[in-house]
């Protein structure tokens, strides 16, 4: 059984900062590509920022230089750094894991979704 468990969303005033983990258990296999999406209100899930297992990121224009993507291969876990949050962040924010484990002679792709976690950002 593989999970995938977000935490550290709330509420927050503008400026302020939050730090979304997630970690990934159980038959996961080798994870590819960690990434965080979120989805607002009527809008469509966007992705936030991802990293590769060589550590490359990638950032939503709107976010890059504020909000920071890591991960620990050993462990994995991801953390998303969020520094000065505006109002516009406020979304439910969703981890993202594309990993891959053999299959008899092949290698099989898979992707997880996390539950989501609510970031607010409001004064």
């Known amino acids: 059984q593989v999970q995938v468990v977000e935490s550290g969303g709330g509420s927050v005033q503008p400026g302020g900062s939050l730090r979304l983990s997630c970690a990934a258990s159980?038959?996961?296999?080798?994870?590819?590509?960690m990434g965080w999406y979120r989805q607002a209100p009527g809008q469509e899930r966007e992705l936030v920022a991802d990293?590769?297992?060589?550590?490359?990121?990638k950032y939503v224009e709107s976010v890059a230089g504020r909000f920071t993507i890591s991960r620990d291969n050993a462990k994995n876990t991801g953390i998303l750094q969020m520094n000065s949050l505006k109002p516009e962040d406020t979304a439910v924010y969703y981890c993202?894991?594309?990993?891959?484990?053999?299959?008899?002679?092949?290698?099989?792709?898979?992707?997880?979704w996390g539950q989501g976690t609510q970031v607010t950002v409001s004064s």
């Open positions: 159980g038959d996961i296999g080798s994870i590819n590509v």
């Open positions: 993202n894991v594309r990993s891959t484990r053999p299959f008899l002679s092949t290698t099989r792709r898979y992707i997880y």
């Open positions: 990293i590769t297992d060589d550590n490359t990121t």
